[in-house]
């Protein structure tokens, strides 16, 4: 079946620009994450979503990152005037509730010039 | 303050040889391990897990070991293949709640002929 799918596979953008990244869950999939993975670094929990709870939005590093998930599915990590920290790889993960093992995306690299 | 640890950051084995990529952790709350496996360009791909109920779980060429005593896991591929080489990352998490999954920093295994 289809995995996680997400878009654009890169984006490039300017300082201060607004950015905009997408991710298709596994269908039936109810649990969401965003993760990011900078230069040299390991993979950092950002966001989470669980069916129509509130997210747990613990892991965004600072008031300019924010996401939504629409109708249960779909969902945008918006990065709000982009700084060139903001450089990474943004990585969109699904799992079954519960089930303990996350399906990820190919991921999109962002590059803030 | 890194959680999870993967001290090695590189590793050289030759095909057909046993690849041991070793992770520790911190946090004793921690209660089910995944390894996942990364190639350039692509997003982590789910290889094996644990639950803290168990010392050890095989699947094919690949086993986990846990040593809760020891905070510490170890992923085992045996016979090592040249389709192995790629950046591995242990991940643990609390598998009550939101599941947010804590990284190592990675090892690349590179598989020799």
């Known amino acids: 079946g289809a995995g996680v799918s997400q878009s654009p596979s890169n984006k490039v953008t300017e300082k201060g620009k607004d950015v905009e990244l997408r991710c298709d869950p596994i269908s039936g999939h109810t649990a969401l994450y965003w993760y990011r993975q900078s230069l040299g670094q390991g993979l950092e929990f950002l966001i989470y979503f669980q069916g129509n709870s509130a997210p747990d939005k613990s892991g965004l590093p600072s008031d300019r990152f924010s996401a939504e998930r629409t109708g249960g599915s779909v969902s945008t990590l918006t990065i709000q005037r982009t700084q060139q920290e903001d450089s990474a790889v943004y990585l969109c993960?699904?799992?079954?509730?519960?089930?303990?093992?996350?399906?990820f995306g190919p991921g999109t690299r962002l590059t803030v010039l | 303050d890194q959680q999870v640890k993967q001290n090695s950051p590189s590793l050289s084995v030759q095909e057909g040889r046993i690849s041991i990529l070793n992770c520790d952790y911190t946090n004793s709350m921690f209660d089910y391990f995944l390894w996942y496996k990364k190639y350039p360009a692509e997003g982590p791909t789910f290889l094996i897990s644990?639950?803290?109920?168990?010392d050890k779980n095989e699947d094919g060429r690949f086993t986990v070991f846990l040593n809760k005593s020891a905070k510490h896991l170890s992923l085992h591929i045996v016979p090592s293949q040249p389709g192995d080489s790629a950046v591995y990352f242990c991940?643990?998490?609390?598998?009550?709640?939101?599941?947010?999954?804590?990284f190592g920093q990675g090892t690349r295994l590179t598989i020799n002929p």
């Open positions: 991940a643990a998490m609390i598998i009550q709640g939101a599941q947010k999954l804590v």
């Open positions: 644990i639950s803290s109920i168990k």
């Open positions: 993960a699904s799992s079954l509730a519960g089930s303990g093992t996350q399906y």
